[in-house]
């Protein structure tokens, strides 16, 4: 009887969860199709028209933020990946207590509220003159996405059998090709889910966007918070700015995986 009923269950756990997550989704694309009245529920308004995605596309301001989101996000993601790899390498391997104090401070880092680390980064990105640059503003994202990053790295660089290392050490590795030849090829998987993890966590942040940009770096988060004002709010334009959105995240994350898969494949073929 057990296992008769935990295939069902399961799927439908996971029927739940899929409704739960792509509701807002569904009903964030009826507002973009809306005409003149908006969806109280979930089901087709009653004026179908293209006509708020023909305002998003001719809109230059968002042509604008969506490039400066993919910049900034671009950066953040190699920043936040290339100073992660080393960093949760070295965690990885250390068995000192001074690591893992280290790698407890970056859980605490991260858990710590981004509101209260808000104030501090602006000053150091004034400090600098980074503020209203692509820089100042993917740093500032890295500040919360490379504790993360870390953890994640960590975990997949764990499950990287030592021998190997010891193996390519014997053959006179240097430390710099045992982690480019060896453990990187094999943890390519953990690089995707950072790099997934740091562009969409950078594309979609609101809060630092907000306080680190001006005028030349608006981000798209940003530009559609300004439809929102005490007397009207743009709701079917902002739905259809946010369904735009999502394309360049779904190009990124399919080349990531096409890349995944490529990896994968190789490292099966040289092994």
């Known amino acids: ?18 409704v739960w997550a792509l509701t807002p989704v569904v009903y964030a694309m009826l507002i973009s199709l809306a005409g003149f009245d908006l969806p109280t529920k979930l089901g087709l ?8 995605y023909l305002d998003a596309l001719t809109d230059r301001e968002v042509y604008r933020a969506m490039a400066n989101s993919l910049i900034i996000a671009v950066l953040a993601t190699a920043i936040s990946t290339f100073s992660s790899i080393p960093a949760s390498y070295v965690f990885s391997r250390s068995q000192s207590r001074v690591a893992s104090a280290l790698l407890l401070l970056f859980l605490f880092f991260r858990l710590f509220p981004w509101i209260a680390l808000a104030f501090p980064i602006f000053l150091v990105m004034a400090r600098f003159r980074l503020l209203d640059t692509y820089l100042g503003v993917s740093i500032g994202h890295t500040v919360w996405i490379i504790p993360t990053a870390i953890w994640y790295m960590k975990g997949f660089f764990d499950l990287v059998p030592k021998e190997l290392e010891e193996s390519a050490v014997l053959d006179g590795a240097t430390p710099f090709v045992l982690l480019t030849k ?53 709701w ?36």
């Open 236 to 271: 079917r334009k902002i739905s259809a700015i946010s369904m735009l959105s999502t394309i360049p995240m779904l190009a990124f994350y399919s080349y990531l995986l096409s890349y995944m898969r490529r990896g994968l494949l190789y490292g099966v073929m040289k092994g």
């Open 1 to 18: 009887m057990k296992g008769g009923w935990g295939v069902p269950l399961v799927a439908l756990a996971i029927f739940l969860l899929l």
């Open 182 to 234: 060896v453990v990187l090829p094999l943890a390519i998987p953990g690089m995707v889910a950072v790099s997934l993890l740091a562009f969409f966590s950078s594309y979609t942040e609101y809060l630092y966007s907000l306080i680190l940009t001006r005028v030349h770096t608006v981000t798209l988060p940003v530009l559609m918070a300004g439809y929102l004002s005490e007397f009207k709010v743009e």
């Open 45 to 52: 308004p009653n004026d179908l028209t293209f006509a708020n």
